[in-house]
């Protein structure tokens, strides 16, 4: 049966079936992931700590054994070893066995003494264990280890271990070599001992030791406790030891399986003795079965037994309680979807009810539709016509307009260039008026000039004249020079006269007359010379101040009236750019006035010529609109008949297209009348849905 031909009701109800389904489905699926790990770690962590539990356990143990041990040598090792001494006896020669290697060497030994008794006897040891009840063992050294020289201990064959020897490599022998007592598990013959070893010294150095200890029984009752126990089917406890051998495994004890392999070819042993602690997963194929196996094998390592304690399980058993999870949740997926089915039908056949409903609706609207849209296109046809009409009209004016603002534009061209060319007038104008004031100010300082010139010419004429004085002055004052030299002349001749009376005392006084008097003569040329420089001079500074008071006078009297015919001339040719700036001013303002209207009357065309665009613009879109609202009732018809189809094919997604259309008008127009077609199908369809 092809999908098309299904209804509404039951595509609905197949695809919420369906996709309930895959929901379920998927949320079942990541559910059992999640859990099937929850569940895997748990298993881990429960193993783990099954592992630690038990390795307090052996702790516990080992610490009470050596605790034992220690107290056994306390009180016995001190009071036995100070008995024994070194033999002064010849060393005896003797085939000695390592007990590691089992390698034989000849070696000397040197003879121990247990109170002047040789230690080699064995009723001194056995006579020890008797009363300690314990193993006890004396050691000499040799040059390849300790030297077993007594023992208590047996091999599997009943005898005594004697002609054995621990070689120096071994951590015993390096203890007890450095003077302390070694305390410890240790491998007794093939056999594990708690063991104590006390060193027997002798000036310093190590000759010998005393040995006690017990086998290890803790051992075997802790690996019965780990083989009795169950990991769930099938998981088990195993052990390995460094060597990679099985101390414990329920079927392959002491086989070693350092080397072997799982089913994808890894060393798991190998990878377990290297990690230490840790984690593995590997395949493994079932003994029983012969089917392959994933598993699980959490492991640790004990370093006081040289264990590697290791739980394995089959992963599958770990799963197994999700296996039941996964039945609940698969029911619950398959019950939910079969109650989203019939829920979905129900809804389904109601939705499809109000659905058929809402399409008989729709049909009534596309008819309606379609007959406004015809009315629609007549109307915007009209309007397209008288669009262009007006358009056409609009064209010529703005043709009209565009000549006026083209003649404006001339005129303000030109109106604008004289109001440049009269500015520029005006300000020439009053750059001369500027610099013609300027020099007026400039001619009126070189007149004050002149004035202070004249005036300073006539204070150095009188203080010229001042000079003619103070020489006229000087001149007199040479004159009572000259009279006093004729005064001391006269004084010098009679002061000769007088010593000449005086005779030989006078003569001194002679001398001294004579030269004043020779004095008295030069001051008096002197004088002379002085008076008729004076009065030369005088004369010449006369001629001089009379020529330059001439002189200054004629020229200040011309430059005055140069400066002042000059000042007369300036200020008429300022008045004159006064009057003429004041009429540029004028000329100016008038064509600003003529251009700033003429810029007006542009502004006003530009308007005018912006507002007929718009205008032009409008009608176009007027026309535009027309032409696309005549489209759009095209476009609306047929929207309409799409929606018809449109709703014939909801009404064969509702019945499917066996079913036939219960109205016979969907391609058809609707006769009902306007007011029928008025109510609004959607909200009809809600009150359907409501209902």
């Avoid at 064959?157 to 020897?165: E, L």
């Avoid at 992963?315 to 039941?324: K, N, Q, R, Y």
């Avoid at 043709?399 to 604008?416: H, M, Y």
């Avoid at 010139?453 to 000087?474: M, P």
């Amino acid at each position: 049966m092809s999908l098309s031909k299904l209804g509404f009701q039951k595509k609905l109800t197949w695809g919420f079936s369906a996709l309930s389904l895959m929901s379920l489905g998927l949320a079942g699926f990541i559910s059992f992931y999640f859990t099937s790990e929850i569940v895997k770690n748990l298993s881990v962590s429960n193993l783990t700590d099954r592992i630690r539990s038990t390795e307090a356990v052996i702790e516990v143990s080992y610490q009470e054994g050596m605790a034992r041990e220690n107290r056994s040598m306390d009180a016995w090792g001190e009071k036995i070893v100070r008995r024994i001494t070194l033999s002064s006896d010849e060393p005896k020669i003797v085939q000695a066995e390592n007990q590691e290697t089992h390698e034989k060497t000849e070696l000397s030994i040197p003879r121990l003494a247990y109170d002047g008794k040789t230690v080699s006897d064995d009723s001194v040891v056995d006579e020890i264990s008797a009363n300690s009840h314990e193993d006890v063992t004396f050691f000499a050294r040799t040059s390849k280890g300790l030297y077993r020289v007594s023992t208590t201990v047996k091999r599997l064959d009943g005898k005594r271990a004697v002609g054995t020897y621990i070689p120096a490599t071994s951590p015993i022998y390096e203890t007890l070599s450095s003077g302390k007592r070694y305390a410890g598990r240790a491998k007794v013959i093939g056999q594990w001992y708690t063991t104590a070893y006390e060193p027997i010294m002798q000036k310093g150095e190590l000759i010998g030791a005393y040995f006690m200890g017990v086998p290890d029984t803790s051992l075997e009752r802790i690996k019965a406790y780990l083989r009795s126990q169950k990991l769930l089917k099938t998981g088990y406890f195993f052990i390995l030891d460094s060597q990679g051998q099985f101390v414990l495994h329920p079927t392959r004890e002491k086989e070693n399986a350092i080397d072997a392999k799982d089913l994808d070819g890894k060393t798991i042993f190998k990878d377990i003795i290297e990690k230490k602690e840790g984690l593995i997963t590997y395949r493994w194929l079932n003994a029983e079965t012969k089917q392959a196996q994933d598993k699980i094998a959490v492991f640790r390592y004990f370093p006081q037994f040289d264990w590697y304690l290791s739980a394995s399980l089959n992963s599958a058993e770990v799963l197994e309680p999700t296996f039941t999870l996964k039945i609940i949740l698969l029911s619950v997926s398959l019950a939910m979807t079969v109650l989203m089915g019939i829920a979905t039908m129900l809804f389904g056949r109601r939705l499809g009810s109000t659905l058929s409903g809402i399409a008989d609706q729709l049909v009534d609207s596309s008819d309606t539709v379609r007959s406004r849209s015809e009315r629609l296109t007549d109307a915007a046809s009209a309007l397209s016509r008288g669009s262009e009409s007006h358009a056409s009209a609009l064209q010529e004016t703005a043709a009209a307009v565009e000549e006026i603002r083209a003649t404006v534009t001339k005129n303000l061209s030109t109106t604008e260039a004289t109001e440049n060319r009269s500015q520029l007038a005006a300000n020439e104008a009053e750059l001369a008026k500027t610099s013609l004031s300027e020099l007026v100010a400039s001619m009126s300082r070189i007149s004050t000039n002149t004035e202070k010139t004249r005036d300073t010419v006539e204070t150095g004429n009188h203080e010229i004249e001042t000079i003619i004085s103070l020489i006229a002055e000087i001149e007199n004052k040479t004159k009572v020079i000259d009279e006093i030299v004729f005064q001391t002349k006269l004084l010098s001749f009679n002061a000769s006269v007088e010593a000449a009376r005086s005779g030989e005392h006078g003569k001194g006084f002679a001398v001294v007359a004579e030269e004043v008097g020779r004095l008295a003569q030069m001051s008096g040329t002197a004088s002379k010379e002085i008076r008729e420089s004076l009065v030369k001079n005088r004369a010449n500074v006369s001629d001089i101040i009379s020529r330059t008071q001439k002189n200054t006078s004629e020229i200040i009297e011309v430059s005055t009236v140069s400066i002042r015919e000059g000042l007369r001339t300036a200020e008429t040719c300022r008045e004159v750019l006064e009057a003429m700036t004041e009429k540029v001013s004028s000329t100016h303002a008038a064509i600003s006035q003529i251009t700033l209207a003429s810029k007006e009357q542009a502004q006003g065309i530009e308007e005018i010529t912006k507002a007929m665009q718009q205008i032009d613009e409008v009608s176009q879109k007027t026309a535009s609109v027309a032409k696309e609202s005549e489209g759009m009732a095209t476009e609306l018809s047929d929207a309409s008949q799409q929606l018809n189809t449109s709703v014939a094919n909801l009404r064969t997604l509702l019945h499917g297209e066996s079913e036939e259309s219960p109205r016979s008008d969907v391609d058809g127009p609707s006769d009902r009348n306007q007011s029928e077609t008025s109510e609004a199908p959607s909200s009809l369809a809600v009150k359907k849905w409501a209902a």
